[in-house]
């Protein structure tokens, strides 16, 4: 069973331009969620989306987004870019339910000139 | 809110030596435990969980116990190996939630 894929895997922007992150959950698996990973902050987690419905959000500010698509496949965008979202973003997949473990992919990482 | 709080890194240990990383939480209700583990240029693996009081998580060697009363869940492992090596991260997921919070990772390097 192929995991959690993550594309790209490296980017590069400049400040002020928008950026999206696509993310292939396993196979079957109906949940996706998204963190970021700073040196400064740690892990932080951004959103879950499940059947295409946001179920919980972090504490981002509204430059940061994301959308599931009917194949489970999800986006996160973020506007107008800052120097500190330069950041390592991992999203995970499970099946959903509070006992399933999540799957994290390699991870996309961005940086921001 | 909830939180995880785990001990500073970097630990560096010569290979076979035992290894201890404390981890303490604070959440509501009956939370959910694990530890991650992060090789360079990857992202996380689940390495052991634990979902309930007393249950004692355990995967390659690793082991950790979820004590409610000191609310820690420690991980420990009797001999270490050089490929041990990595950044170690305890979290938690509340009841109902996918959400999990992490500690701040502890960066383990073994010496052969």
């Known amino acids: 069973k192929a995991g959690v894929t993550q594309t790209p895997r490296y980017l590069i922007k400049t400040r002020g331009q928008q950026v999206t992150l696509s993310c292939s959950p396993i196979?079957?698996?109906?949940?996706v969620s998204w963190y970021q990973q700073t040196p400064g902050q740690g892990l932080q987690f951004l959103f879950e989306y499940f059947s295409e419905t946001q179920r919980n959000k972090g504490n981002f500010p509204g430059r940061f987004s994301g959308r599931q698509f009917s194949n489970s496949r999800s986006e996160m965008n973020v506007s107008t870019l800052e120097l500190g979202d330069s950041a390592l973003y991992l999203c995970a997949s499970s099946l959903g339910g509070h006992y399933n473990e999540q799957f994290f992919g390699p991870g996309t990482r961005l940086t921001v000139l | 809110g909830d939180s995880v709080t785990q001990m500073e890194g970097p630990v560096t240990l010569s290979e076979e030596a035992f290894l201890t990383i404390n981890c303490t939480y604070t959440a509501t209700g009956y939370p959910s435990l694990f530890w991650y583990v992060q090789y360079p240029g990857e992202g996380l693996q689940l390495l052991l969980k634990?979902?309930?009081?007393?249950d004692k998580g355990s995967n390659k060697g690793f082991e950790a116990t979820y004590r409610k009363e000191t609310t820690s869940f420690h991980l420990e492992k009797g001999s270490v190996q050089v490929s041990d090596s990595a950044v170690y991260f305890c979290?938690?997921?509340?009841?109902?939630?996918?959400?999990?919070?992490f500690g701040q990772g502890t960066r383990l390097t073994i010496n052969p």
């Open positions: 634990a979902t309930k009081a007393d």
């Open positions: 196979s079957g698996h109906r949940s």
């Open positions: 979290a938690l997921r509340s009841q109902g939630a996918q959400k999990l919070v």
